[in-house]
């Protein structure tokens, strides 16, 4: 079946501008995460998603990141007047159902490399 | 203190030697320990994950997890040059998976 897939695979943005970057994850997968990984580092976690419900959104840099998943489905991670330091790999990745031990394994999409002129 | 370490490498070793990879955590309320592997450009795939103290293989790998020194490590038997990735250590504390930066693996061949 389908994994979980990313679009746009690549963004370049003039810093000020907004932008909006989607995932679909895998068909069922009640549990969403959008991760953000910087060149050399590992991925930071941004958000959660539980269905619909945004559970944990305690790693959003600031308020102009925003997330939603509002058909418990898709998800759009929204950057607002994007800044340089914002450039970076952003992940999403699903999973099953993330507090059960036999289900919590995420599968990642390929990522969104933005890059913020 | 980061909540999850790692040694960021390079680790060398020689193919067909066994890697030894290892992680430290901070939060006793971890819950669930999983080894990841990257390669240059692509995304993250799990390889093991492990919740009770002891080991458990899989194959090649070999995760060891010990709550009470909170350390974690994935040890790679016969190594191949196709091992050659970073490898993340992630734990799962509630529902956040939280991620170390990586080692750098390289096998010589």
């Known amino acids: 079946g389908a994994g979980v897939s990313q679009s746009p695979r690549y963004k370049v943005a003039k810093r000020g501008q907004d932008v909006a970057l989607r995932c679909d994850p895998i068909?069922?997968?009640?549990?969403l995460f959008w991760y953000q990984q910087a060149l050399g580092q590992g991925p930071e976690f941004l958000t959660y998603f539980q269905n619909e419900a945004q559970l944990d959104k305690s790693g959003l840099p600031s308020d102009r990141f925003f997330a939603e998943r509002p058909e418990g489905s898709v998800s759009t991670l929204k950057i607002q007047r994007t800044q340089q330091e914002d450039s970076a790999v952003y992940l999403c990745?699903?999973?099953?159902?993330?507090?059960?031990?036999?289900?919590?394994?995420?599968?990642f999409g390929p990522g969104t490399r933005l890059t913020v002129l | 203190q980061k909540e999850v370490e790692q040694n960021s490498g390079p680790l060398s070793v020689p193919e067909g030697a066994i890697a030894s990879l290892n992680c430290t955590y901070s939060d006793r309320g971890s819950q669930s320990f999983f080894w990841y592997r990257q390669y240059s450009g692509k995304s993250p795939e799990l390889i093991m994950f492990?919740?009770?103290?002891g080991d458990k293989e899989d194959g090649r790998f070999t995760a060891q997890l010990n709550k009470a020194s909170q350390y974690v490590s994935l040890l790679i038997r016969d190594s191949q040059p196709s091992d050659s990735a970073t490898y993340l250590c992630?734990?799962?504390?509630?529902?956040?998976?939280?991620f170390g930066k990586g080692t750098r693996l390289h096998i010589l061949p």
């Open positions: 492990i919740y009770s103290n």
């Open positions: 068909s069922g997968h009640v549990s």
């Open positions: 992630a734990v799962r504390r509630d529902d956040k998976i939280i």
């Open positions: 990745a699903s999973s099953l159902e993330i507090r059960d031990r036999a289900k919590n394994e995420q599968f």
